[in-house]
């Protein structure tokens, strides 16, 4: 109907030209409203409805999102997704509270959307993979995302398990990185794959053997720094804890004999 659309372009104009929050809040709310009555007039103004996101606030961030993501049809899920693309790909490197904030909203945002069309969620996945390498806490909601999408998409797994495979030693958070070694052992299935998910593990933890870091290794240091007064001690000092702790048999409660690696002997003197 021709005055529906007009109402409709007019609560949005207000939604970009008003100044008050509170009342974008209640246009919002009138919006919401038109959608359960006139949803394919608020289809056609889903990119005017989007323009309330040059908002700072949060909660008209929030509530614009939602009723975006109610908006969504076959017609204007291209447009959507590249202004929600382009959006969080400007947040990105930011430590602001409310930006981190607008970035997990964007994010949450992004995943009803491909949930909702799977054949855009190969546009996006590579710009929120990104993300996994910050701290911040939309890196797990990314993370469960692509776990979602692994499940539930066979095809697309070889390009997201080599790109998880290519940015798992540069996860800091213990949490999504159990969350990719996870995914890589449930999923990883060619040998080329299992093999490329060995050197990305064995890049993350670290040459063998796991050991704590060594005396000799500490007072190097010291000696670098320039502190050489007792220089020759340290080093006798090093040289004897650099030593391999050689040991004979070791009589086991039971009365028989096992072996002690030399880290061992060295984890067990560290304990005491």
């Not at 929600?84 to 607008?102: F, N, R, V």
């Not at 540069?170 to 093999?195: H, K, M, Q, R």
Request: aromatic fraction near 4%.
């Amino acid at each position: 109907p021709t005055a529906v659309r007009a109402a409709a372009s007019t609560f949005c104009q207000l939604l970009v030209n008003h100044s008050d929050n509170n009342v974008k809040l209640i246009v919002l709310d009138r919006i919401g409203q038109l959608r359960s009555m006139h949803l394919k007039v608020l289809q056609e103004l889903i990119i005017d409805v989007l323009r309330a996101l040059r908002t700072p606030d949060v909660d008209i961030r929030r509530r614009t999102l939602e009723i975006a993501v109610e908006l969504i049809c076959p017609r204007n899920i291209q447009e959507v997704m590249v202004l929600l693309k382009k959006e969080l790909a400007s947040l990105q490197g930011t430590d602001e509270p409310a930006k981190i904030e607008y970035r997990q909203l964007l994010i949450k945002a992004i995943h009803s959307c491909a949930v909702k069309f799977p054949s855009v969620a190969g546009s996006v996945l590579h710009l929120l993979m990104d993300f996994l390498t910050s701290e911040a806490r939309s890196a797990v909601s990314v993370v469960l995302f692509v776990r979602e999408i692994l499940h539930a998409y066979p095809d697309m797994r070889p390009d997201i398990l080599t790109q998880l495979t290519e940015i798992l030693p540069t996860i800091p958070s213990p949490g999504v990185a159990e969350i990719v070694l996870w995914v890589l052992g449930e999923y990883c299935e060619d040998n080329a794959t299992i093999l490329s998910a060995f050197k990305a593990i064995e890049s993350s933890v670290g040459p063998l053997p796991l050991s704590r870091t060594t005396r000799a290794a500490a007072v190097a240091d010291v000696a670098a720094a320039g502190e050489g007064g007792e220089e020759d001690a340290d080093d006798e000092d090093a040289d004897a804890a650099a030593a391999p702790a050689a040991s004979g048999p070791v009589v086991l409660a039971d009365g028989s004999y096992a072996s002690q690696t030399a880290t061992a002997a060295e984890a067990g003197s560290t304990a005491e």
